[in-house]
Nanobody
Framework: QVQLVESGGGLVQAGGSLRLSCTVS????????IEWHRQAPGKKRELVAD???????SYIDAVKGRFIITRNNARNTVSLQMNDLKPEDTATYYC??????WGRGTQVSVSS
């Protein structure tokens, strides 16, 4: 089975940056797109960004221009560089391989 493990979360001040990492292990055959989702307290989980096996990226408007998703296929990792963080970005961030597996999440807290 595929395992996704997130790391890099933490507490930062508004305007600061964090870099999240998702390491993919196990049988990764068939994995194409990797997504980052987030779930804020009292809110539903939402898609934040995704990246295809060809390196094509997509972002929701709320993070466009601030977050950058990248992948290192040799290392089987996907990263989310989060810049100019806002309190509204506070959430648990999850790595997701659609129809295959979810990570268990990493907490991001942004203070005002």
């Amino acid at each position: 089975q595929v395992q996704l493990v997130e790391s890099g979360g933490g507490l930062v001040q508004a305007g600061g940056s964090l870099r999240l990492s998702c390491t993919v292990s196990g049988n990764i055959f068939g994995i194409s797109v990797i997504e980052w989702h987030r779930q804020a307290p009292g809110k539903k989980r939402e898609l934040v960004a995704d990246i295809s096996d060809a390196g094509r990226t997509s972002y929701i408007d709320a993070v466009k221009g601030r977050f950058i998703i990248t992948r290192n296929n040799a290392r089987n990792t996907v990263s989310l560089q989060m810049n100019d963080l806002k309190p509204e970005d506070t959430a648990t961030y999850y790595c997701h391989a659609p129809r295959i597996a979810w990570g268990r999440g990493t907490q991001v807290s942004v203070s005002s």
